[in-house]
C-alpha cells in the first residue's frame, strides 16, 4: 500500500504546523485528515489523489455553506474561523478554474453529450464532475449549465 502524495503532503504539512506552532492551521490540517482516514475506513480501501480531491471538495463546500449561515446570523466571529479553515482547506486544491475556462467546458461538454434540454443535465454534469472536481464550485456551475439548456 502506498500513500498518495497528496495525503502525504498534508501529513508533511501536519507536522511542520506541530513545529511552527501554528495552532490553527495544525487543528484544520488535522480535521483533513481525520476526514480522510473516516472515508478509508468507511470504504476499507486508501485513498488516492482523487478521492481525497473530493473529500477536500465536500469540505470547501460546507465551509462555504457555514460563512454564508453564520454572516446571515450576525456571526462574523465564527465566520471568520470558517474562513480561515476554507483557506487552509483550498490551498491542497488544484488551481481553480476561470470563469472562460468554464465556459469553455461547459461548450465542450455540451457538443460531447449532445445536450438539448434541461432533461439532458445529468449526462453534461457526468462529463463536467471528474474534470473540475476541486477546480470549480460544482453548485455554480450546474446553474451555468441549466442556464445554457433552458
Known sequence: MTTSSLKSRITEDMKAAMRGGDKSRLGTVRLILAAIKQMEVD?????????ILA??????KQRRESISQYQQAGR????????A?????????????????IRQMIDAALAESGAESVRDMGKVMNLLKPR???R???????GMVKTRLS
Open 136 to 142: 470549480a464550485d460544482m453548485a455554480a456551475v450546474s
Open 55 to 60: 473529500v477536500l471538495d465536500k469540505m470547501v
Open 132 to 134: 473540475m472536481q476541486g
Open 43 to 51: 470504504s476499507r480501501t486508501e485513498l488516492d489523489d482523487a478521492q
Open 76 to 83: 462574523d466571529d465564527l465566520a471568520q474561523v470558517e474562513q
Open 85 to 101: 479553515e476554507l483557506e487552509v482547506i483550498q490551498a491542497y486544491l488544484p488551481q481553480a478554474l476561470t470563469d472562460d475556462e
